[in-house]
């Protein structure tokens, strides 16, 4: 699986950082990594999402004083992929848990909205990507659903609710969904809450599969190109303006039964 890593500034910490992890955002760029698959909706993003049950490492760079934040796992992968300084070295200048990372004000690459925070996503998997998901609530039913959640009970999830995201930003359209797949979606197949698994499932393969066959880009650079088209240009773009990495996840390890 080929991701994409997105580097997310964090401009300041939110309430919950440890003093060591608000002294390294002052002294140093700490960028938080999102992984994904569909570059040619960062245009729409809103937030971004870390788990309260997961834990992080800060980890640094080939280049002095900077630092990304993902799992140990994502970072482990990338020591071996020329990514990081050492290969096969995976030592973190800091290990946080996602709980410390929540309501940090960060902004990201091409993004339309400019400043944004670090919000709580239950359902993140510790074993997928970099365990940071950058929100896109256009097109990512995922995010549609848990940014909602987060809108009702904002108590609940400790969030302060100036952290939130104020209008979704539309990046795609298809035939099928028209600009707001994701809401399309959670409407259509009665997704109520972000514990709806199954039916959160097949609403990603769908706005997948329609986004990537049939959706056209409605803004930015590229306004008017196919998705398919436009994918492949906005990746490169943001590689080559060192705001974005290519890496690979290996495939799960195969238990052998050969004996
Ligand atoms: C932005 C985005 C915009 C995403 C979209 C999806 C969509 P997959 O196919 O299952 O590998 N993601 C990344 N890591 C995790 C994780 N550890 N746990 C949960 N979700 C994760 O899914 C990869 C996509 O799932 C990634 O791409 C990321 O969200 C999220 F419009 O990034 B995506 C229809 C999906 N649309």
């Known amino acids: ?113 400019e400043k944004m925070h670090v919000l709580p996503m239950d359902t993140i998997i510790a074993t997928k990507g970099t365990g940071v998901v950058t929100c896109v609530p256009s097109d990512s039913p995922d995010d549609y659903i848990t940014v909602q959640d987060i809108r009702k009970k904002p108590e609940y999830y400790n969030v302060d609710p100036s952290w939130l995201p104020v209008d979704d930003v539309l990046v795609l359209r298809s035939a099928k969904y028209g600009d707001h797949t994701a809401k399309f979606l959670i409407e259509d197949l009665k997704i109520q809450s972000p514990k709806d698994k199954e039916k959160l499932a097949l609403a990603k393969e769908l706005a997948y599969k329609e986004g990537f066959y049939n959706g056209t880009v409605i803004i930015g650079p590229y306004n008017g190109m196919s998705v398919v088209e436009a994918k492949p240009k906005i990746r490169d773009d943001l590689v080559n303006a060192g705001e974005a990495f290519n890496y690979s996840e290996p495939e799960k390890p195969v238990v052998s039964r050969s004996g």
């Open 1 to 113: 699986q080929e991701y994409l890593a997105v580097k997310i500034v964090v401009n300041q910490v939110g309430p919950n950082a440890s003093p060591e992890l608000t002294q390294l955002v002052k002294d140093s760029k700490v960028y938080l990594l999102a992984g994904t698959l569909r570059p040619e909706t960062m245009y729409g993003q809103t937030c971004c999402f870390v788990s309260p049950k997961i834990d992080y490492g800060v980890f640094p760079t080939k280049k002095e004083g900077e630092y990304v934040v993902c799992t140990e796992r994502a970072y482990q992968n990338m020591s071996y992929q020329d990514i990081t300084p050492h290969r096969g070295v995976w030592d973190a200048k800091l290990v946080i848990n996602g709980k410390e990372l929540i309501g940090s004000e960060i902004s990201s690459p091409i993004s339309v909205v």
